[in-house]
């Protein structure tokens, strides 16, 4: 019993995980075989390819107010 506990102990995870791990591959194995989840090739309707939309080009920005320079201040004193 000691090595068997000793055992459970130091692999439980490996154990606990494995089994999970195959049991849900398993089960998607069933899920996918079952013929009444199948789709009948017939009224099998493909989705169309990718569409993607290009917007266009937003409108150019107006220009920036210009900004009077020192030198047109300067004149404009004079």
């Known amino acids: 019993m ?11 995870v490996l154990i606990v995980m494995g ?3 195959g049991f849900i591959h398993w089960g998607w194995y069933t899920i996918k075989s079952n013929p009444l989840l199948r789709q009948n090739r017939d009224s099998y309707i493909p989705e ?5 939309y290009v917007a ?7 220009p920036l107010p210009e900004r009077p320079s020192k030198k047109k201040e300067a004149k404009a004193k004079e």
């Open 2 to 12: 000691s090595q068997l506990r000793r055992f459970w102990h130091n692999y439980k």
């Open 19 to 21: 089994s999970g791990l």
């Open 48 to 52: 169309p390819g990718i569409v993607s």
């Open 56 to 62: 266009p080009a937003p409108p150019a920005l107006p």
